[in-house]
């Protein structure tokens, strides 16, 4: 586990936002991967991402990492935001647009 943790490490803090999904932002594989891809693509967000389903040592990992057992999971500046009922909740009430203007990300769209 060494080895994903280090990995997971490099991408949470190397990657200003970063998201763990099941698919890609392109194709996302299950419907609250989408849901995050959706709301930081509207926000005009530039993000990176990994599949968790390419890599059970990741999508084991991330969930160990986080204490947290579901995919999506979303990490600005390094640190884990949520799921996906807590970024749509946030992105409703306009906290999640407050957070990344807080953490100096850019942003396209203030909804």
């Known amino acids: 586990m060494g080895d994903i943790n280090a ?9 200003d936002v970063f ?4 698919g890609t932002p392109d194709f996302p594989m299950c419907g ?11 926000l005009g967000v530039d993000y ?11 999508r084991e990992g991330i969930k160990a990492y ?3 057992p579901t ?3 979303l990490y600005i500046k390094g ?8 970024v749509t909740e946030m992105f409703q009430a306009g906290e999640l ?13 203030s909804a």
Request: net charge negative.
């Open 71 to 73: 995919i999506p999971q």
């Open 48 to 58: 990176s991402s990994a599949n968790v389903l390419e890599n059970q040592d990741l």
């Open 7 to 15: 990995l997971i490490d490099e991408q949470v803090k190397g990657n």
């Open 79 to 86: 640190e884990f935001v949520g799921g996906a009922d807590i």
């Open 19 to 22: 998201l763990y999904m099941k």
């Open 97 to 109: 647009q407050s957070h990344l203007s807080d953490k100096g990300i850019a942003l396209k769209q």
């Open 32 to 42: 609250f991967s989408g849901r995050v891809v959706q709301i930081l693509n509207y």
């Open 66 to 68: 986080a204490n947290w």
